[in-house]
């Protein structure tokens, strides 16, 4: 009974039965670095579509696992809470799990901890989204540590399903087992004991190397953006974060701006056909002038890509397509603009109009009108269509003919 208590307790928190509308919908989340460690910095990346916030309206973390840092402010939410827009019903929190809770690593390893319980909510809590755990990587690395392997790509989001995979503009993080993984004869832990040791790192490119990420190694900019990092469960991991970034710009020196590569340019990018990552892995040393080196390396690796796969462009029609004025008449648009929100559609039959909303989700927004009833007693041969989204912009202007009925 104790463990069934506990278990609703981590589900419901006391901010649930605060005053507000309650959403029944919560938000997809997903994080960059696609894995973490609770002690190192992450995004937590939040999809309000459908959720039913109005876009952009300001939006509150509202956590309590293992803690509840903003306890007691339901109802005037704490500016450390508060999220920032990215656009297109995208927000994102970044943070390190363990100070914004203000708690051990070992408490986010544990596998008690019942994982990062979250909803997200309007400062003075007059909307709450439904409840939902946020992903964690405790799994992965198990997984990972048990499997034997040196190294793992972990590409895409949790709730879809990681894969070796990659693709441009989902995130990407490389984990390595350095008791298992070698460059030459030795493992990184190995290696890392050597006196000339400074760090491990990646040299990379897509499409055998026609886009570089550089390997500078007196550039202090470069080796922070490609090294490899130990992560505080004694694996290592290199931060990709998300493809299209990471090669679109090399660091320069110290004052001087980043030289872009053809991805910094949108044109460019759209037209760019991702087949491949090459790679290799090397041991950053120190020589006898206490300059930058490169070591020992793994040689070049190769990576196949994925493909990813773009959300459809909208869709508009209508049933039955040969139409009467004495007929149900459905009105349905897909794979609407994720910002679109409920449509409006005007219908326009001789000296009748006809307003209403097409409710849904984004994938499929849909209004069924009885003909037979709305247009009783009107004389029309066409229907006249217009559908707006929610910030009255038109995405649909149709002309239906009318037939006559049997």
Not at 28 to 37: N, S
Not at 40 to 48: Q, R
Not at 166 to 177: Q, R, Y
Not at 182 to 191: A, I, M, N, Q, R
Request: aromatic share 12%.
């Amino acid at each position: 009974m104790k463990k069934i208590l506990f278990a609703l307790m981590c589900l419901f928190p006391l901010a649930l039965f605060a005053d507000g509308v309650e959403l029944p919908k919560a938000p997809k989340c997903w994080t960059v670095p696609a894995v973490f460690t609770a002690d190192e910095e992450v995004t937590f990346y939040y999809d309000l579509t459908d959720v039913g916030f109005q876009e952009g309206v300001d939006l509150y973390l509202w956590a309590w696992q293992p803690t509840e840092p903003d306890a007691g402010h339901g109802g005037n939410s704490s500016d450390f809470a508060k999220l920032e827009y990215v656009g297109n019903n995208i927000y994102k929190k970044t943070m390190v799990p363990t100070q914004y809770f203000n708690s051990d690593v070992s408490k986010f390893e544990d596998d008690a901890w019942p994982g990062f319980w979250q909803r997200l909510k309007t400062k003075d809590g007059s909307m709450w989204s439904g409840v939902f755990a946020a992903p964690d990587s405790r799994s992965e690395f198990k997984e990972f540590k048990k499997s034997g392997d040196g190294i793992r790509f972990f590409s895409g989001k949790k709730d879809k399903g990681f894969t070796d995979k990659f693709t441009l503009d989902e995130p990407l993080t490389v984990v390595f087992n350095p008791d298992v993984y070698k460059l030459g004869e030795k493992t990184l832990t190995e290696l890392a004991k050597d006196a000339d040791f400074v760090e491990f790192a990646a040299h990379s490119g897509l499409n055998d190397w026609t886009v570089q990420q550089t390997l500078d190694v007196w550039r202090p900019a470069v080796l922070a953006k490609t090294g490899l990092k130990k992560l505080s469960n004694g694996l290592y991991v290199w931060n990709v974060g998300v493809p299209s970034e990471y090669y679109a710009y090399n660091p320069q020196d110290a004052g001087q701006a980043d030289k872009p590569t053809i991805l910094a340019d949108p044109d460019e990018k759209a037209a760019f056909q991702l087949e491949n990552m090459t790679y290799l892995i090397i041991k950053v040393i120190k020589d006898a002038a206490g300059a930058n080196q490169w070591g020992v390396n793994s040689g070049d690796q190769k990576q196949k890509a994925g493909t990813a796969t773009p959300y459809p462009d909208p869709v508009f029609s209508y049933f039955p397509t040969r139409l009467s004025s004495k007929d149900i008449l459905t009105l349905t648009r897909e794979y609407n603009e994720r910002t679109a929100g409920d449509l409006k559609y005007t219908i326009v039959a001789g000296t009748k109009m006809i307003t209403g909303t097409m409710p849904g989700v984004r994938d499929k927004r849909e209004a069924t009108l009885d003909l037979n009833k709305e247009l009783q007693g009107v004389e029309a041969s066409e229907l006249k269509v217009t559908v707006k989204d929610q910030h009255d912009k038109t995405v649909v202007t149709s002309t239906i003919p009318l037939v006559v009925a049997d």
